[in-house]
């Protein structure tokens, strides 16, 4: 188990980090979720044992970070949000550059390079330079350096920022792997999709403080609104109001309901009755992006 003791960090007179505490499962795959700036880096950072000021303490096990760095360290692979890379080697050469750093050598150095060079999807072109490489292979192999060691814990900063459908699908099957193989995954995103795809616990955070923390079910069901969503031209507020409360969202409007089925056949013979043609109708699954909204009022997007 991974405990965050009461963690708080600051950068001058900014307050990254405020009291934050959770505990994350073995062999959970945790996504940290929040907006640009809120703190999730700088969490990362003191998890990985790269931030070394800050106050509080993580325990790995029974290991403190604070005290034990370097023991932590090497249970963890760290994977940084900026792409670090040598792009004048081969992603051989860099493979073998970052296991050495954790202690490889010898044929467990090259054992271990060419069982993650096939594990990342790049096994046809490790003797090619990295400058020749696309963004999503690059991020591949940035992801690749930290597994060599074969860490229990792997830490990903934002890995699929700025990729294409197809490596961010590769960079999910890597994922997907590690997890069936019992690894620890803490995954750090601002895209709401991917971390619901992907995790089964999650945190949110919001200016440096944590507002949630559980398991998805748990806080799926704790949020759950049961709604109808509907859009059209039309819609009278006034109407869709006599059967619950009607909030906008997208080009439609969210009627929640306790009874939502009942609401949507009501309102099936309403708009018979008025001649109203709705575009759509339908029962409407609350998503994390939905919880996030409700607790912080502003939405988890780039604009
Ligand atoms: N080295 C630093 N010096 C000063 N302030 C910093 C530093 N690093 C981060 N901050 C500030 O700390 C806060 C949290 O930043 P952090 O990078 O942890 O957020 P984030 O959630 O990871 O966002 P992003 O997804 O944009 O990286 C922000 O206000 C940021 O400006």
Do not use: W
């Amino acid at each position: 188990m991974i405990e965050i003791v009461n963690v708080s960090k600051r950068y001058g007179s900014n307050t990254a980090l405020d009291d934050i505490q959770f505990t994350i499962e073995e062999g959970s795959c945790y996504g940290l979720v929040g907006p640009n700036g809120a703190g999730k880096s700088t969490l990362i950072k003191i998890l990985s044992g790269v931030l070394q000021d800050f106050e509080g303490d993580i325990m790995v096990q029974e290991d403190s970070v604070a005290k034990n760095r370097m023991k932590v360290k090497k249970r963890i692979g760290y994977i940084p949000q900026d792409i670090c890379l040598e792009e004048t080697l081969t992603a051989q050469e860099n493979l073998t550059y970052f296991g050495s750093l954790y202690g490889l050598r010898g044929r467990d150095l090259k054992r271990r390079t060419a069982e993650v060079l096939d594990q990342i999807g790049l096994k046809e072109r490790g003797k090619d330079k990295v400058l020749t490489f696309s963004g999503g292979m690059k991020r591949r192999l940035n992801i690749g350096c930290s597994l060599l060691h074969k860490p229990a814990i792997i830490i990903m900063d934002e890995p699929t920022v700025g990729i294409d459908p197809q490596s961010r699908n590769s960079i999910f099957s890597i994922i997907n792997q590690l997890k069936s193989e019992g690894s620890t995954i803490i995954y750090s995103s601002h895209y709401m999709e991917e971390v619901e795809h992907l995790c089964d616990s999650i945190g949110l955070i919001d200016k440096g403080k944590l507002i949630e923390s559980g398991t998805m079910e748990a806080l799926l069901a704790k949020y759950k609104k049961p709604s109808l969503f509907i859009a059209g031209d039309q819609l009278e507020i006034e109407l869709l109001s006599r059967h619950g409360h009607v909030e906008p969202k997208g080009n439609g409007f969210l009627i929640e309901s306790e009874r939502p089925l009942s609401a949507l056949q009501d309102l099936i013979g309403e708009f018979r009755k008025n001649g109203i043609e709705p575009s759509r109708l339908e029962l409407y699954q609350p998503k994390l992006e939905d919880i996030f909204f409700n607790l912080t009022g502003t939405q988890l997007r780039d604009s």
